[in-house]
Nanobody
């Protein structure tokens, strides 16, 4: 069974930076759209940024100009560079990917376990 493994969360002061990383735990046939979502305290999970296989990106308005999503199609990894962090960026960040495990399977939506990002004022 494939799992998405995240890393890079932590505690940072406002204005600081963090980089999140995510990759599947084993080799897979193909990965389509990859992205990062977050759940702020008391709110529903929301899209932060997504990136297609060919590198087309999409961002939430609240992070445009501060966050950058990228992916490495050789390593099957996705990254989220977060700059100028604000207290309202605090939350649990989840990696998401549409993964085709083998040539005989269909794309399936996978979620990581979540990594905590805390921004202090």
């Amino acid at each position: 069974q494939v799992q998405l493994v995240e890393s890079g969360g932590g505690l940072v002061q406002a204005g600081g930076s963090l980089t999140l990383s995510c990759a599947p735990s084993g080799r897979v046939w193909n990965i389509g759209v990859m992205g990062w979502y977050r759940r702020n305290p008391g709110k529903q999970r929301e899209m932060v940024a997504t990136v297609t296989f060919d590198g087309t990106t999409n961002y939430a308005d609240s992070v445009k100009g501060r966050f950058t999503i990228s992916r490495d199609n050789v390593e099957d990894a996705v990254y989220l560079q977060m700059n100028d962090l604000k207290p309202e960026d605090t939350g649990v960040y989840y990696c998401n990917a549409f993964i085709t495990r083998t040539i005989r399977t269909i794309p399936t939506n996978y979620w990581g376990q979540g990594t905590q990002v805390t921004v202090s004022s």
